[in-house]
């Protein structure tokens, strides 16, 4: 059973930077697909990034292309997010993911099968 918590979330705004911290426990990390899914305020969760486990993969949503950056270190079992040139429409809640098995990544919210209590992002504008 994999456990994921979530951390960096905050208040900024437009135009600047974030980075988001996703800690695993659990689980031998480094042999799943991991992403970041986001949900705002009367929306359906969305698909933000994903990485392979290796990390020599990785898949941004059209709408974070060119801003967002996905990384992983599986040394130490975290899996970040950087977020450059916030937008207010980032806005929302982000939660971490890990594939719902071994050796795949994805880009469903189907694909994974562990989740993090989620973090908050809010941007000003």
């Known amino acids: 059973q994999v456990q994921l918590v979530e951390s960096g979330g905050g208040l900024v705004q437009a135009g600047g930077s974030l980075r988001l911290s996703c800690a695993a426990s659990?689980?031998?990390?480094?042999?799943?697909?991991m992403g970041w899914f986001r949900q705002a305020p009367g929306k359906e969760r969305e698909f933000v990034a994903a990485?392979?486990?290796?990390?020599?993969?990785?898949y941004y949503a059209d709408s974070v292309k060119g801003r967002f950056t996905i990384s992983r270190d599986n040394a130490n079992n975290t899996v970040d997010l950087q977020m450059n040139s916030l937008k207010p429409e980032d806005t929302a809640v982000y939660y971490c993911?890990?594939?719902?098995?071994?050796?795949?990544?994805?880009?469903?919210?189907?694909?994974?099968?562990?989740w993090g209590q989620g973090t908050q992002v809010t941007v000003s504008s």
């Open positions: 990485i392979s486990w290796t990390g020599g993969r990785s």
């Open positions: 993911a890990a594939a719902r098995r071994v050796f795949f990544i994805g880009t469903a919210q189907g694909d994974y099968g562990y």
């Open positions: 659990g689980g031998t990390f480094s042999r799943y697909g």
